[in-house]
């Protein structure tokens, strides 16, 4: 821990490395209006997150979430929610040191407004644990007048999602794409694909592709995902029993996906409005892996995820895989040991995952490799 404290950098060095495109207005005027010790705090949190989120080449590393929680002067259950406040919005406010004199912005919605929308999410997710977005904004506007916005309410789905009590791992897995602010060296975006057990938002296995792969990466993925379940903790993690149910989400006109998995039984499905391609992704690991942004739905090549505008996209490196590599395996130990503490232990055996993985990484050969 020492090593730790002795590198905190400066609270305007933390602000660029955190908006490296220039911090917004709006968080900026909320750091000027905080005493010398709420900036402190601010700087502490935000070097503690930025650390833990996102460590750089050189950059102490802490031993563990405790570690980094005693760094930012919180407990470790307060420590991860800043983290799940903080990759669900990049804010001043989502470190909790906002408002004037340091005192916490209140808000205009009512905390007991708020407490009876969570208790219709929850209620919505108990019935259906994969209901979508919109689904749950029927439900809340059937329900609340006066609800606060629609950004607010999105927020508080994808973090009721986060928090819900852990399902069985091996009860459904997600083959997802989302969306990188990366390039390939012709200028091609790049998408992360990806095997996801929804149940605990444990990602368990990923490539790095271009949207012209379409669903050829699911093929690959599930190949790296037999190996990423080999290398999987699992212990006291409620493992369900027999064969998961299986959902492939695919883009509209994906030939690829057709050629392979038609045929074969498995499920393919077309996301679109909030529910888009890259949701369940962007749900488990949040929307930056390091300085990259991590985007639901599609973008013509330049175009950013993060904006919608054009910009110049970072070309992929090496580097930039081990950080991807680094922040899921981060985000995994932290689902397994949420699954340990709220499921209810049980079995280890997860053949059902393994025969599914094994199942498309047999696929290869129906794969097309003139892309």
Known sequence: MEAAVANVPTLDELKLRAW????PTRDELAIQRLPDSGRETVRRRLAAVLRWTEPTDGEPRFDGAADAATFAGLATSHFYQLVRDWKARRSVESLGVVGKAGTKRRSAVSDAVKAEISTTIAEVLDRDPNAGTNAILDAIAA????????????????????????????????????????????GHHLRLDAVVDVGTGVVLGWVV????????????????????????????????DGEPDVMIRVRSGDAAAERIFGGTGLPLVTPNGIDRLGRIIVDAIGDRIGPTWLGVGERPDGV????????????ISSAMIDTIRE????????????????GIGGSADSDGVRNLLRRVADLRSRIDDDR
């Open 20 to 23: 490296p495109e220039g911090i």
């Open 143 to 186: 329900r609340h007048a006066g609800a606060p916005s629609r950004t607010t309410l999105i927020r508080m789905i994808t973090e009721a999602r986060r928090e819900r009590r852990s399902g069985s791992f091996g009860a459904d897995i997600a083959f997802d794409s989302a969306g990188l602010d990366l390039a390939d060296p012709e």
């Open 209 to 240: 592709a271009t949207a012209r792969w379409g669903a050829t990466g699911y093929v690959h993925a599930a190949d790296a995902a037999l190996d990423g379940l080999a290398d999987l903790d699992l212990e006291g993690v409620s493992v369900a």
């Open 304 to 315: 950013s995820f993060r904006t919608g505008r054009a910009a110049a996209m970072p070309e």
């Open 327 to 342: 922040t899921i395996d981060r985000n995994n130990g932290v689902r397994l040991e949420r699954a340990r503490q709220n």
